[in-house]
């Protein structure tokens, strides 16, 4: 029976993973310990976190798995230095002394990082080293419920693959088609991130959500969709892409673009993350966005032809695109659709300690018929009740602790059926960047006002940003036109055309904020500007609590579904316990809080600090 920690460090969103025998017993990531959002230090919490969870200890490990081959990595920056000289020299100069230090001595660093955690003999644990993409692979198929499927891994770089198709059968992967850097998917996006004025490795999401303001069919958005196809990359049949590296810096500069060649093509300057979003950004943002959907649907194709699969696993930084996935599934290619919900590199953790149990130790995949393996991706710490009881006391907070889940659930139901926000803990942590409702703030999707409050007073950030849905699993084709399921908030589909208003004449001519605050449906706060919603389906085994305030909202409301996003601030990683719920409840005009059978009120909690500042402490992002 092998015991595998699975870790990834050293670039973004540093993560580890414990698996036994084929089951995920816990993962995190290292942010939501360390306050430090993408946090790429060697994870010391999250390991100590899953060992401890897990009730072993580091000599008991049959192997600790790496999420890539630093390496091969190693040969690759070489070799691309190399090949542009004598372009890229303070690129160069800048990042030699990190990889030799660090990554070219990983096994070490290793070591010496665990043994900061508990002394223990190396000779006993095996350090295994699986491809970037091959880890990327293994979090989306081996927790999947199929027995086969294709399997699509796409982000910007692992070690030369950009880009993967794969073919997942039983407890075995094969790799079958790699895209080579520097021609990556995932670096083009990123590169309109940078120049849209957003933070790569982080602001994809908000260009994903900037897209649909952008004028669908305009003139506009067709030359630069046209100036993308024919100046920036080939597209083949096969979904690989050229990019044509005379406007990109990323392969051995300091930054993405050449910025005066991408001001000159596309007729603007690149926009500073706090400039005013203008209609031009708004339709670059949707030029990419289906440029980007076209690439991953050439690619399913691709991966259909080779496999003769019905079924598709995905990862990678590209499958959080939930838009791209939402259409990908609706154009039948395949049957059915699973996405990893930590695709991005954190996920690699996962992926690496999978890959070595399934792989290397050759463990038999026994199917359990469940929906997927992850149980809900509820697989961090829980807060207890001596946690919360600390909080209070340090705090002198005043809280209402509820005996019975159920009044708990009613009581919260009917303050957020009265327009209130909510910080809502229960249970264990989110892994992977979505809150799904254990680390959730909440809100009345009913309510006109509730993106906007949600965005200016609670999150701090673009009042562009949509806010997902949580919507009863029975529920779901009430609201959304989507059969099946959703679990993890990473496919964007249709509100009912029932539940829509009609637009006003001239709609596309309104600005940015004209549009955004216009009403669209009668959920309001959950519906995006083009009529979508990144939906998440709540199922009562996987989060019975979650399922109850929703019943009960229902019961209060009619609707089965509440608005939810990630329990942060801007700039902050999602909270991890009660204290980092309380600290973000006052520091913001959060209504209430919900910390497991305890709830506190706003109106009660003593007077905040005034010297305390969160905008000082968290770098926006």
Same mark, same amino acid.
């Given at each position: 029976m092998a015991k595998v920690l699975g870790i990834s460090a050293f670039y973004h969103d540093s993560a580890a993973a414990i698996v036994e025998n084929g089951k995920i017993i816990a993962a995190a990531q290292e942010e939501r310990f360390t306050r430090k959002k993408h946090d790429p230090n060697f994870p010391i919490n999250a390991v100590k976190f899953c060992l401890e969870y897990a009730g072993t200890n580091v000599n008991e490990l049959d192997t600790i798995v790496f999420y890539d081959k630093p390496l091969l990595k190693f040969e690759r920056l070489l070799e691309t230095y190399y090949a542009f000289a004598p372009k890229g020299l303070r690129s160069f100069i800048t990042s030699m002394p990190v990889w030799l230090k660090e990554k070219v001595f990983l096994k070490k660093l290793i070591h010496d990082s665990m043994k900061e955690i508990e002394g223990y003999d190396k000779s006993k644990v095996k350090l295994l080293f699986p491809e970037h993409h091959l880890s990327h692979a293994a979090s989306a198929f081996y927790p999947s419920s199929f027995e086969e499927s294709a399997i699509i891994t796409i982000d910007g770089v692992g070690e030369w693959a950009t880009a993967s198709i794969c073919h997942g059968k039983g407890?075995?992967?094969t790799i079958l088609k790699e895209l080579k850097f520097p021609h990556s998917l995932g670096l083009l996006y990123s590169a309109f991130t940078y120049f849209l004025g957003f933070r790569v490795n982080s602001g994809e999401y908000k260009l994903m959500g900037l897209a649909p303001y952008g004028n669908v069919g305009s003139e506009e958005?067709?030359?630069?969709?046209?100036? *993308?196809? /024919?100046? #920036?990359?080939? +597209?083949?049949?096969?979904?690989s892409v050229w990019i044509n590296q005379s406007y990109f810096n990323y392969a051995t500069g300091l930054r993405m673009v050449n910025d005066s060649k991408w001001e000159t093509l596309f007729g603007f300057k690149r926009r500073n993350a706090e400039d005013e979003l203008e209609q031009k950004h708004c339709n670059l943002g949707l030029a990419i966005q289906e440029v980007t959907e076209e690439i991953v649907l050439l690619m399913a194709q691709e991966a259909k032809r080779l496999t003769g699969s019905d079924y598709l696993c995905m990862a &990678?930084?590209?499958? #959080?695109?939930?838009?791209?996935? $939402?259409k990908l599934l609706n154009s039948g290619v395949f049957k059915d659709i699973f996405i990893t919900p930590p695709s991005g590199d954190a996920g690699g953790a996962l992926g690496a300690a999978l890959a070595g149990d399934y792989i290397y130790f050759n463990t038999p995949r026994i199917l359990s018929g469940n929906r997927d393996e992850l149980q809900g991706s509820y697989l961090g710490n829980e807060v207890t009740e001596d946690d919360i009881n600390r909080t209070v006391k340090k705090y002198k907070a005043v809280a209402t602790k509820y005996d019975d889940v159920n009044q708990l659930s009613k009581a919260t139901a009917k303050i957020l059926s009265e327009g209130n926000v909510v910080g809502w803990v229960q249970g264990r942590m989110e892994f992977g960047p979505r809150a799904l409702?254990? @680390?959730?703030? #909440?809100?009345d999707p009913r309510n006109e006002e509730m993106q906007k409050k949600l965005n200016l007073k609670i999150k701090y950030r673009e009042s562009f940003r949509p806010f997902a849905p949580s919507v009863l699993a029975d529920d779901s084709e009430e609201y959304f036109d989507h059969k099946g399921i959703s679990p993890y908030m990473l496919l964007v589909q249709p509100v009912k055309k029932e539940r829509r208003k009609i637009l006003p004449d001239g709609y596309e001519g309104f600005n940015l904020k004209e549009k955004l605050y216009y009403l669209r449906s009668d959920l309001p706060?959950?519906?995006? *500007?083009?009529?979508?919603? @990144?939906?998440q389906t709540v199922h009562k085994d996987t989060?019975?609590?979650?399922?109850? #305030? +929703?019943?009960?909202?229902?019961? +209060?409301?009619?609707? &089965?579904?509440?608005? /939810?996003?990630?329990?942060?601030? @801007? $700039?902050?990683?999602?909270v991890c316990t009660s204290d980092d719920a309380y600290r973000c409840f006052m520091r913001t005009e959060m209504d209430y809080l919900v910390v497991g059978n305890y709830l506190f009120d706003k109106k009660q909690q003593p007077e905040w600090q005034k010297t305390d500042n969160w905008q000082e402490e968290f770098v926006l992002d």
């Open positions: 407890n075995s992967i958005v067709k030359n630069y969709v046209k100036i *993308i196809k /024919n100046e #920036l990359i080939e +597209i083949n049949e096969d979904g &990678g930084g590209v499958a #959080l695109n939930c838009v791209s996935n $939402g409702g254990a @680390r959730s703030i #909440l809100g706060a959950i519906t995006h *500007i083009d009529f979508s919603a @990144r939906i989060n019975p609590n979650y399922y109850d #305030l +929703i019943s009960e909202f229902k019961k +209060i409301t009619g609707v &089965g579904v509440v608005v /939810n996003t990630s329990f942060n601030v @801007r $700039g902050e990683p999602i």
